[in-house]
């Protein structure tokens, strides 16, 4: 479903200007020049520590949890020859790899997860942007549900496995740990908030019955309602999703979950916790083309 990051993730772990820092206990007086002009006399500037992740940072989406393949460095060589004309190497992508194909994505619905995809690229990116929005979602902090989501994303083949590995990966302690009840039950007057939202795909192999997809996702975590120590925070992340044509549709055999790329935050007044929780309730998700 990796899924900066303040108001309570990282804690402040930056120093504090001091003119008269005592350095080696001789009482000298530190001056800090600005960066660029030679450091202060003792060293280059030093950077500001890095913030700590917490554990809901580290979580992200559920793909973290999945034991999925890593995929080695895929992707690129050569000219639009060489890629199928989806892009240029080292070079800005080719129109028909960033533009929707105006194809209706889906025929039905397995459950509330779209399905019924076509048999080629385009299909093939439609169902790793479904897939990746269901597997990033609140409902699969809950065993049945999350069973349900496994099945109706995956290839029979490894759903078995998987669900078993998610269920001691869902253990009660890492509920807690996300401010959840242990059936998966947000604690009265809190809403509970994970949600992807896909901002594009990319084709990284596709041939017959197999491709790969990469799905670039920001994404929602975090609990909403007065009294939250866990605020709703956003993230950034890549998911990978190796896709098999099984049985008439596209299903996910393994996936994995890089972070970034990430853009610069930008200047919104961040929303109080009771707007966060009633614009999740409020808005609903989509199905997701290509």
């Known amino acids: 479903m990796s899924l900066g990051n303040d108001n309570g993730y990282r804690s402040d772990s930056g120093r504090t200007d001091d003119a008269y820092s005592t350095i080696g206990g001789t009482r000298q007086t530190r001056t800090r020049l600005p960066d660029g002009e030679g450091g202060d006399g003792y060293g280059p500037p030093r950077r500001p520590a890095r913030k700590p992740r917490s554990m809901i940072m580290m979580v992200g989406v559920i793909v973290l949890l999945i034991a999925a393949i890593a995929f080695a460095n895929m992707g690129g060589g050569g000219g639009d020859d060489d890629n199928g004309g989806r892009g240029r190497a080292g070079g800005s992508p080719n129109t028909s790899s960033t533009a929707a194909t105006g194809t209706k994505p889906v025929t039905g619905k397995n459950g509330t997860i779209a399905s019924g995809f076509a048999h080629d690229e385009q299909g093939a990116q439609s169902a790793a942007a479904n897939y990746a929005v269901a597997l990033g979602s609140v409902e699969?902090?809950?065993?049945?549900?999350?069973?349900?989501?496994?099945?109706?994303?995956?290839?029979?083949?490894?759903?078995?496995?998987?669900?078993?590995?998610?269920?001691?990966?869902?253990?009660?302690?890492?509920?807690?740990?996300?401010?959840l009840d242990a059936d998966g039950s947000s604690p009265n007057g809190l809403t509970f908030v994970s949600r992807t939202i896909p901002v594009g795909t990319k084709v990284i192999d596709q041939g017959g019955d197999t491709a790969t997809i990469e799905v670039w996702c920001t994404g929602l975590v975090g609990m909403a309602g007065q009294g939250s120590t866990k605020p709703v925070t956003a993230t950034w992340f890549t998911i990978s999703e190796k896709l098999k044509w099984v049985g008439g549709d596209w299903r996910i055999e393994s996936s994995s979950q890089k972070e970034g790329p990430t853009p610069v935050n930008g200047d919104n007044r961040a929303s109080t916790a009771d707007e966060i929780a009633s614009a999740v309730q409020g808005y609903g998700g989509f199905t997701y083309a290509r």
């Open 140 to 179: 699969m902090f809950k065993k049945d549900s999350r069973h349900s989501i496994i099945e109706a994303t995956h290839d029979p083949a490894v759903v078995e496995k998987l669900s078993a590995a998610l269920t001691n990966a869902y253990s009660p302690e890492f509920l807690k740990n996300v401010g």
